[in-house]
């Protein structure tokens, strides 16, 4: 079956500091790649996705690029801020339609210090 | 454009209980997934409902049933409530015609 294995948490930086979440994954077939975050007391926001080995998804500063020999999608940031403080969770989806469901992670808490 | 909403935000049942929640779709959107987030877990998949039938469900119980309306609004119900059932139960919906899914901001429940 398919499964997200994310790095343990949780994970404390100071501001401005280079941040990278791991994730590896196991999947039937050619899964979507996803990361969401989740702010203190909300849902899920999707942050980046890739659809496709070697696509790099990006958003506000994060990037993720889809590795398909290592199976991986690790999360990178080259300066945080504190307002990165967050849950950061990795996903994937093994279909590119919307009615199938997403297997997700544990969860990174992320910690940034002034 | 609107997106999901859920309600109630909070819920406090005691075991034995039947609870229903509640997942208003983000407009044009004909689908909706149903996760359980338990504390310091990561969002587990419940079903999905796609015009108006079950689409694939996850390793819950019988008691963990859904509906969707022709609106496609949808219900969860939990019947038989244990404590393990305190979750934070998320709602997403997404198109049949798109991977991406659109959360909503979630149900507390907590079973005494």
């Known amino acids: 079956g398919n499964s997200v294995t994310q790095m343990e948490g949780p994970v404390t930086l100071s501001e401005e500091a280079f941040l990278t979440i791991n994730c590896t994954y196991t999947?039937?077939?050619?899964?979507?790649l996803f990361w969401y975050v989740q702010y203190p007391g909300e849902g899920l926001q999707l942050l980046l996705k890739a659809t496709k080995a070697d696509d790099k998804g990006s958003n506000k500063g994060f990037e993720a690029t889809y590795r398909k020999e290592t199976t991986s999608f690790h999360l990178e940031k080259g300066s945080v801020q504190v307002s990165d403080s967050a849950v950061y969770f990795c996903a994937l989806q093994t279909a590119n339609f919307g009615n199938e469901k997403l297997t997700f992670g544990t969860g990174t808490r992320l910690t940034i210090i002034p | 454009e609107t997106g999901v909403t859920q309600s109630p935000t909070h819920l406090i049942k005691t075991r034995g209980q039947q609870v229903t929640l509640r997942c208003s779709s983000q407009?044009?959107?004909?689908?909706v997934s149903w996760y359980q987030q338990a504390l310091g877990q990561g969002p587990q998949f419940i079903f999905q409902y796609y015009r108006e039938e079950e689409n694939g469900r996850g390793n819950f119980p019988p008691r963990f049933s859904g509906l969707q309306f022709p609106n496609y609004s949808s219900e969860l119900n939990v019947n038989a409530l244990e404590l393990d059932d305190s979750a934070l139960y998320l709602c997403?919906?997404?198109?049949?015609?798109?991977?991406?899914?659109?959360f909503g901001p979630g149900t507390r429940l907590t079973v005494t």
């Open positions: 997403a919906s997404s198109h049949s015609d798109s991977y991406e899914q659109y």
């Open positions: 407009s044009g959107h004909n689908t």
């Open positions: 999947a039937t077939g050619y899964p979507s």
